[in-house]
């Protein structure tokens, strides 16, 4: 893994990519805490820290899109995995050499605060909690990015795939508002869940009774809740979906002052199962 | 030792390795010929773990395949087809990496590193970018990261594609050399390549073993026995009142040549006529110029065994690996069969002239 990390991360700086990627967020967030802390007079920083989250959906799929599409491109995934390296470490080594590439206008951020604080005022604690959660926010960012790129040769297709996907999490309390608080959409919401679950586990079991088994509880399930409880389940898809929310942490923590142990653990638990993915994403093309 | 037994690999509905079974001997070189497309890359990479197997079993050194990957790739240095490089790596740096990832000691890698440079002739190269090496260096760059730490077994899948003439023998030779203490696998579609190098050669077509000897077995069991005698006489009459008086032709062909009388003797079954000849030339007084088999080489048995459209499976538990029966051969009028003949013919000739332009 450490083989795989050293490399990466010199070949980000060899091709220029991890300085475009620094200083461009930097640059960004340069600009955003100008514009509201510096001329706005907005006390803290974790204000334009969370103004830039768009940013990142735009730029994290650029720093991951080569990760594993051009391994794949070059035929160098060949070496990869006839040496004795575990495919998990190679992935683990990727993921680490983009974080610390993701951490680099991370830690120049930091500075902000301190600009701030000597002009009277701010919030070490607010301010330093929310660039914390902004690197668990990028280790997600990157670990989807990377799964995607493990899906195609092609880096564009990975580029504009991961922030397609990106944006869609970023934006998806807005899309679970779309859901009307009806007993039927409610219905029909989990049955399509349902469904998509009996699909996904009676093809890794390989047997369609798992499938049919998942689906026939799920749908007793959502019959009985329908009719037992109607008010309650009338918001149960809109209160389980928005459970999910990628941007509820973020405002936790700018918005309400709250420190989300919960949010930092639901952004460790989807980079590891991105992460999972894509290992899964290349052994599977390994072994079609 | 390799034992691969009855490997399968289909993409969907498509069948590249149809029940592939060899075994390979620790020490030796040993080639896989096929044309393209006869699944010789696919081997390679079932055998290295690259790509999963839908049927059978690979053991290499006692070590399963799919149980002890790890031990396997332990033990195995690949170069695939496409040399696997980091372009934007020198030389020196990309084999410290791949000496980094095979878990070479610390203390060593350095100097196994500069080791295979030197084998490879890569030291002069060793600070340019990968980027801006030549397509022969590059192929010099993948087969030192797949002797790098000397495993036990190397794997290299058209080891001399890209190089010029002089890089040919090199890199042969140094093949020739690493098979004292290593088992080699290799693959070229150039017959002449695996003649010289390969101590057994496994002939593949269409995902099928047609044929598993050393280049002597494999050429003198499609040798037939047909002779082509040239005598010093310009009497017609002499000439076919010695045939008469010899036993066993089945027929013969006469034509007058320069130097007297060119005579192709087909004899009846396999016999070998090469003395009886001699012994009657000698007592009817007739100067015998010269005498020969007819077929031979390599290229026959190869245009012979890949030019059949319907090959005989080869029986895995047959008891002579060089059991090739003259009768499998392709030498039919069918069109098909034609038609890939004259291809592989053009192929062999390509191969000819490489030959040709190596020993120059």
């Given at each position: 893994?450490?083989?795989?990390?050293?490399?990466?991360?010199?070949?980000?700086?060899?091709?220029?990519?991890?300085y475009?990627?620094?200083?461009?967020?930097?640059?960004?967030?340069g600009?955003f805490?100008?514009i509201?802390?510096?001329?706005?007079?907005?006390?803290?920083?974790?204000f334009?820290?969370?103004?830039?989250?768009?940013?990142?959906?735009?730029?994290?799929?650029?720093?991951t899109?080569?990760?594993?599409?051009?391994?794949?491109?070059?035929?160098?995934?060949?070496?990869?995995?006839?040496?004795?390296?575990?495919?998990?470490?190679?992935?683990?080594?990727?993921f680490?050499?983009?974080?610390?590439?993701?951490?680099?206008?991370?830690l120049?951020?930091?500075?902000?605060?301190?600009?701030?604080?000597?002009?009277?005022?701010?919030?070490?604690?607010?301010?330093?909690?929310?660039?914390?959660?902004?690197?668990?926010?990028?280790?997600?960012?990157?670990?989807?990015?990377?799964?995607?790129?493990?899906?195609?040769?092609?880096?564009?297709?990975?580029?504009?795939?991961?922030m397609?996907?990106?944006l869609?999490?970023?934006?998806?309390?807005?899309?679970?508002?779309f859901?009307?608080?009806?007993?039927?959409?409610?219905?029909?919401?989990?049955?399509?869940?349902?469904?998509?679950?009996?699909?996904?586990f009676?093809?890794?079991?390989g047997h369609?009774?798992?499938?049919?088994?998942?689906?026939?509880?799920?749908?007793?399930?959502?019959?009985?809740?329908g009719?037992?409880?109607?008010?309650?389940?009338?918001?149960?898809?809109t209160?389980?979906?928005?459970?999910?929310?990628?941007?509820?942490?973020?405002?936790?923590?700018?918005?309400n002052?709250v420190?989300?142990?919960?949010?930092?653990?639901?952004?460790?638990?989807?980079?590891?199962?991105?992460?999972?993915?894509?290992?899964?994403?290349?052994?599977?093309?390994?072994?079609? | 030792?390799?034992?691969?037994?009855?490997?399968?690999?289909r993409?969907?509905?498509?069948?590249?390795?149809?029940?592939?079974?060899?075994?390979?001997?620790?020490?030796?070189?040993?080639?896989?010929?096929?044309?393209?497309g006869?699944?010789?890359?696919?081997?390679?990479?079932i055998?290295?773990?690259?790509?999963?197997?839908?049927e059978?079993s690979?053991?290499?050194?006692?070590?399963?395949?799919?149980?002890?990957?790890?031990?396997?790739?332990?033990?195995?240095?690949?170069?695939?087809e496409?040399?696997?490089?980091?372009?934007?790596?020198?030389?020196?740096?990309?084999?410290?990496?791949?000496?980094?990832?095979?878990?070479?000691?610390?203390?060593?890698?350095?100097d196994?590193?500069?080791?295979?440079?030197?084998?490879?002739?890569?030291t002069?190269?060793?600070?340019?970018?990968?980027?801006?090496?030549s397509?022969?260096?590059?192929?010099?760059?993948?087969?030192?990261?797949?002797?790098?730490?000397?495993?036990?077994?190397?794997?290299?899948?058209?080891?001399?594609?890209?190089?010029?003439p002089?890089?040919?023998?090199?890199?042969?030779?140094?093949?020739?050399?690493?098979?004292?203490?290593?088992?080699?696998?290799?693959?070229?579609?150039?017959?002449?390549?695996?003649?010289?190098?390969c101590?057994?050669?496994?002939?593949l077509?269409?995902?099928?073993?047609?044929?598993?000897?050393?280049?002597?077995?494999?050429?003198s069991?499609?040798r037939?026995?047909?002779?082509?005698?040239?005598?010093?006489?310009?009497?017609?009459c002499?000439?076919?009142?010695?045939?008469?008086?010899?036993?066993g032709?089945?027929?013969?062909e006469?034509?007058?040549?320069?130097?007297?009388?060119?005579?192709?003797?087909?004899?009846?079954?396999?016999?070998?006529?090469?003395?009886?000849?001699?012994?009657?030339?000698?007592?009817?007084?007739?100067?015998?110029?010269?005498?020969?088999?007819?077929?031979?080489?390599?290229?026959?048995?190869?245009?012979?065994?890949?030019?059949?459209?319907?090959?005989?499976?080869?029986?895995?538990?047959?008891?002579?690996p060089?059991?090739?029966?003259?009768?499998?051969?392709?030498?039919?009028?069918a069109?098909?069969?034609?038609?890939?003949?004259?291809?592989?013919a053009?192929?062999?000739?390509?191969?000819a002239?490489?030959?040709?332009?190596?020993?120059?």
């Amino acid at each position: 893994m450490t083989a795989i990390y050293k490399r990466e991360l010199r070949s980000y700086f060899n091709s220029m990519l991890g300085y475009v990627f620094a200083a461009a967020v930097t640059l960004v967030l340069g600009l955003f805490f100008t514009i509201y802390n510096l001329r706005g007079g907005h006390p803290y920083f974790a204000f334009s820290l969370s103004g830039t989250i768009m940013i990142f959906a735009f730029a994290v799929p650029l720093l991951t899109m080569k990760s594993m599409a051009e391994e794949r491109r070059s035929r160098t995934d060949q070496m990869l995995l006839t040496y004795p390296v575990s495919v998990a470490g190679v992935i683990l080594g990727k993921f680490f050499a983009m974080l610390t590439v993701f951490v680099i206008p991370m830690l120049i951020s930091c500075l902000c605060p301190l600009v701030i604080a000597k002009g009277g005022g701010g919030s070490y604690l607010i301010d330093y909690s929310t660039i914390f959660l902004f690197l668990f926010l990028g280790a997600m960012f990157i670990s989807v990015g990377m799964y995607v790129s493990s899906l195609t040769e092609s880096q564009l297709i990975a580029a504009v795939a991961g922030m397609v996907v990106l944006l869609l999490m970023l934006l998806w309390d807005t899309l679970v508002s779309f859901i009307p608080p009806t007993v039927a959409a409610s219905a029909v919401g989990f049955l399509i869940l349902f469904a998509l679950a009996a699909l996904i586990f009676a093809r890794s079991a390989g047997h369609p009774a798992v499938g049919i088994a998942i689906f026939g509880a799920g749908a007793i399930f959502t019959i009985l809740c329908g009719a037992m409880a109607s008010r309650w389940f009338a918001t149960a898809l809109t209160s389980f979906l928005g459970m999910f929310s990628v941007y509820g942490p973020v405002s936790n923590f700018v918005s309400n002052y709250v420190f989300d142990v919960k949010g930092l653990l639901y952004y460790c638990v989807m980079t590891a199962v991105f992460l999972f993915l894509t290992v899964q994403s290349v052994q599977r093309c390994q072994y079609r | 030792m390799i034992e691969v037994t009855d490997l399968v690999k289909r993409y969907g509905s498509h069948t590249v390795l149809d029940h592939l079974s060899f075994t390979v001997n620790d020490g030796q070189i040993y080639g896989f010929l096929g044309p393209n497309g006869a699944g010789k890359s696919t081997t390679m990479n079932i055998l290295t773990g690259y790509i999963g197997m839908t049927e059978g079993s690979v053991t290499i050194n006692g070590h399963d395949l799919l149980e002890e990957p790890d031990a396997v790739r332990r033990s195995i240095g690949y170069l695939p087809e496409q040399p696997p490089l980091y372009t934007d790596m020198t030389p020196q740096e990309y084999l410290s990496f791949a000496a980094e990832l095979k878990r070479l000691p610390r203390a060593e890698r350095a100097d196994a590193v500069d080791q295979v440079m030197e084998l490879t002739q890569l030291t002069s190269m060793r600070n340019r970018l990968i980027r801006n090496l030549s397509k022969g260096y590059r192929q010099r760059v993948g087969l030192a990261q797949a002797i790098l730490g000397f495993p036990e077994v190397i794997i290299l899948d058209e080891p001399t594609v890209g190089l010029d003439p002089r890089q040919i023998i090199e890199i042969r030779s140094l093949i020739r050399s690493l098979a004292e203490k290593h088992t080699v696998i290799l693959s070229s579609h150039i017959l002449s390549e695996v003649q010289e190098v390969c101590d057994h050669i496994l002939i593949l077509h269409h995902g099928r073993l047609v044929a598993d000897g050393t280049p002597e077995e494999l050429e003198s069991s499609l040798r037939d026995n047909t002779l082509d005698i040239t005598l010093r006489t310009s009497d017609e009459c002499a000439v076919r009142g010695l045939l008469a008086g010899i036993g066993g032709i089945s027929y013969s062909e006469l034509a007058p040549s320069r130097d007297g009388y060119r005579v192709t003797v087909y004899p009846e079954g396999d016999a070998d006529l090469r003395e009886p000849v001699f012994r009657a030339c000698a007592a009817a007084g007739l100067p015998l110029l010269g005498m020969q088999f007819r077929a031979a080489g390599l290229e026959q048995v190869f245009l012979k065994l890949v030019t059949d459209e319907d090959l005989p499976r080869q029986d895995p538990s047959a008891e002579s690996p060089a059991d090739i029966s003259p009768d499998s051969g392709g030498t039919t009028d069918a069109e098909p069969a034609a038609e890939a003949s004259e291809q592989t013919a053009t192929e062999t000739e390509t191969d000819a002239a490489e030959k040709e332009g190596s020993e120059a």
